[in-house]
């Protein structure tokens, strides 16, 4: 009997839920996770009937505790080199850290434990919505390593750079309260109301134009370190795409007819 799949996925409609399934391990991510993972990003960069993502954990104990500390050990013992930032030449490169040109919106949802290389997937995602008893942090210092999947980068870049340091070089926790107080998510609510406030913010990715969101994205990840006038100048492959499409002329053609809009993806 073959082992259960690490990663699940299920598409419905114009959204897919990737869910990290080891429950058991408060997915902890091994190299053959990243390896799935590989695989689902890019069937869903690719899958044109796609327009959102949502990516959650197995269980209710944890979204992800990060990379798997008894697989690493493993490694170690048996000489493996140690990694530093990235994961280029290991399984699952480039994991979704390190996909910088994806383009459409991805909601992590966030329930239990967020740590390590689990905070940091959740770092990486557009939207996150956790529950109240939402934990997270980045424990790496404290282990003799650095958050090589983009938390250095990422925390310093979406915190407060004083706030980030503290939680980077101490490895201290922290709670969806505070994390919300910090900006750092965009919802926190009672677990019995995350499904729901997930659902909310799906639906209202989907009642926009897939292309203008794709478009929006790329324009403010890309020009986030631009000076002004060189963000308006930029070239923007996505709102190319937009601004070309027909859904640029079926917002005002459905604002004028007082309809809701059909948006086709093109």
Known sequence: MSAAPRVLVEKRGHVATITLNRPAVLN???????????EVWDDFERDGDIWVGVL???GERAFSVGQDLTELA???????A???FGSKGRPGWPRLTERFGLSKPLVARVDGYALGGGFELALACDIIVASERAVFGLPEAGLGLVPGAGGVFRLTRQLPLRSALGYLMTGRRFDAARALQ??????????ADLDDCVDAWVADLLRCAPLAVRAIKEA????LDMPLPQAFEADYHWERQRRNSADCREGAQAFVERRAPV???R
């Open 74 to 80: 493993a490694r170690n013992t048996d000489g493996a």
């Open 82 to 84: 140690p990694s530093s």
């Open 263 to 265: 948006w086709l993806g």
């Open 182 to 191: 910090l900006g750092l998510i965009n919802d926190a609510v009672p677990v």
């Open 220 to 223: 403010a990840m890309k020009s």
């Open 28 to 38: 902890a991510m091994d190299l053959r996770m990243h390896a799935e993972l590989a």
């Open 56 to 58: 959650r954990g197995a």
